[in-house]
């Protein structure tokens, strides 16, 4: 499972109701269902650990390693 914290760059804010969606790389994975952030910032994801981008309301917020728990800023 993979966690993906949104927060506000200028408070460190959870930021709320925001559309998360993973894109990994490689042409087997493509891009996990998008998912919406709850009062946490966090949004869950049920999908094996690689590397991709996370994307936050359509734009990339993350590119690498992706697995645990990541933390974004928008």
Do not use: Y
């Not at 408070?11 to 894109?23: D, F, H, L, M, T």
């Not at 790389?25 to 919406?36: C, H, I, K, M, N």
């Amino acid at each position: 499972m993979i966690t993906v914290k949104v927060v506000w760059q200028s408070s460190r804010k959870p930021a709320e109701g925001k559309k998360v969606s993973i894109g990994f790389d490689g042409l087997t994975r493509g891009v996990a269902s998008d998912e919406f952030t709850d009062r946490n910032g966090e949004t869950h994801f049920d999908v094996k650990p690689g590397t991709g981008r996370i994307f936050v309301s359509g734009s990339t917020k993350f590119e690498g390693r992706i697995e645990g728990k990541v933390e974004v800023c928008i």
